[in-house]
């Protein structure tokens, strides 16, 4: 059974920062490309961010590109997202999700089928 769990969510100032984590169980970890994704009220989801299975390659959308850096550690089944210059358009709820397909260029909801439950993440202003 494949168990995606977030943490690291939480309050910040704008300005702030926060450092996502991720654990995968029950699948290749390194098999796998793995993301983020958020979804604020009212609002679709969005890719945030991604990583090929070796690291090697990364997506960021462009609202969070220079701010954000995705990383993973394969020996830990393992994914993070420091999150820098928080906004408070940033405020989400934050997925992990993990695919097998990796795409340079954009983010799709469909091409990852294990989800986590989202930890929230708040920036005040």
């Known amino acids: 059974q494949v168990q995606v769990v977030e943490s690291g969510g939480g309050l910040v100032q704008a300005g702030g920062s926060l450092r996502l984590s991720c654990t995968a169980s029950?699948?290749?970890?390194?098999?796998?490309?793995m993301g983020w994704f958020r979804q604020a009220p009212g609002k679709e989801r969005e890719g945030v961010s991604c990583?090929?299975?070796?690291?090697?390659?990364?997506y960021y959308s462009n609202s969070v590109k220079g701010r954000f850096t995705i990383s993973r550690d394969n020996a830990k089944n393992a994914l993070f997202l420091q999150m820098n210059s928080l906004k408070p358009e940033d405020t989400a709820m934050y997925y992990c999700?993990?695919?097998?397909?990796?795409?340079?260029?954009?983010?799709?909801?469909?091409?990852?089928?294990?989800w986590g439950q989202g930890t929230q993440v708040t920036v005040s202003s």
């Open positions: 990583i090929s299975w070796s690291g090697h390659d990364t």
């Open positions: 999700a993990a695919g097998p397909v990796f795409r340079p260029t954009n983010m799709r909801s469909y091409d990852f089928g294990y």
């Open positions: 029950g699948l290749t970890f390194d098999d796998y490309t």
